[in-house]
């Protein structure tokens, strides 16, 4: 299948035999990563568990937050997990972003529908729908919110490693959250930069000169893995 022009491999789950996790696995032997944040922990089977298994199989002494919004979803990453993954991770229930950034309803419908900038990026669902469904991803309104602020600030805006994998409508604007808080190098990976949730970030990767080392991982909706280094 093509992407933007660039083959990928579809329907492959970012697990630790995925060749994203794998890489995920030769970058924690090489850095040993203390202070790790993920957001998007989803249901604890994908990329949690990969970096929960890293630790584990590289006796790293890590401290790591994985962010999800959605209660229900995190109850069931506690059960996927299990008890010896589930150790190795703090599970926040609360939106990564300040509430207050999230886009409205007619932002979403401008950006998602009215002025879609390229008909071969993925977008979740279908467009009578979109706007609806994006919006309900993030729509508790019970829950904390600037969980990866709050994580940020815990590590004195210095953290190894962040992984970006939150809804796709907020996927940009977390990025660019995260980085303008950065006070030192990091090391940053994106899921799904061929999907409208990180397409834009890409863009900004390639062409920021803070960014380096960028290896990309052309399966699923594709990823990539960079190093940020604080100017």
């Known amino acids: 299948m093509k992407i933007l022009g660039v083959d990928v491999i579809v329907d492959i789950q970012h697990h630790e035999n995925s060749l994203f996790g794998k890489e995920i696995f030769n970058l924690f032997k090489i850095i040993k990563p203390a ?6 922990t989803y249901l604890g089977l994908g990329s949690t568990s990969t970096i929960a298994k890293a630790i584990q199989n590289f006796k790293l002494k890590s401290i790591f937050y994985s962010i999800e919004v959605n209660p229900q979803f995190i109850e069931k990453a506690k059960e996927n997990l299990g008890d010896e993954l589930k150790s190795l991770v703090s599970l926040i229930n609360g939106l990564s972003i300040p509430r207050e950034s999230l886009p409205t309803s007619d ?7 009215t002025n879609s900038e390229n008909n071969e ?15 309900a991803e993030t729509n508790f309104m019970h ?16 953290p190894d490693f962040v992984l970006l994998d939150s809804g796709g409508h907020v996927g940009y604007l977390e990025f660019n959250y995260l980085i303008n808080l950065l006070r030192g190098d990091c090391y940053i ?15 900004q990767i390639k062409t920021d000169n803070r960014f380096s080392e960028t290896l990309v ?3 699923g909706t594709g990823h990539c893995i960079t190093k940020f280094t604080k100017v």
């Not at 932002?107 to 529908?113: F, G, H, S, V």
């Open 35 to 40: 202070k790790i944040i993920e957001t998007g």
């Open 107 to 113: 932002e979403l419908r401008k950006e998602l529908i």
């Open 121 to 135: 990026l993925l977008v979740d669902h279908c467009e009578e729908n979109r706007v609806d469904l994006y919006m």
């Open 143 to 158: 829950v904390p919110d600037d969980m990866l602020g709050r994580c940020l600030k815990s590590f004195d805006y210095c």
């Open 189 to 203: 990976a994106l899921d799904d930069i061929f999907h409208v949730k990180h397409y834009k970030s890409f863009l």
């Open 217 to 219: 991982i052309k399966e």
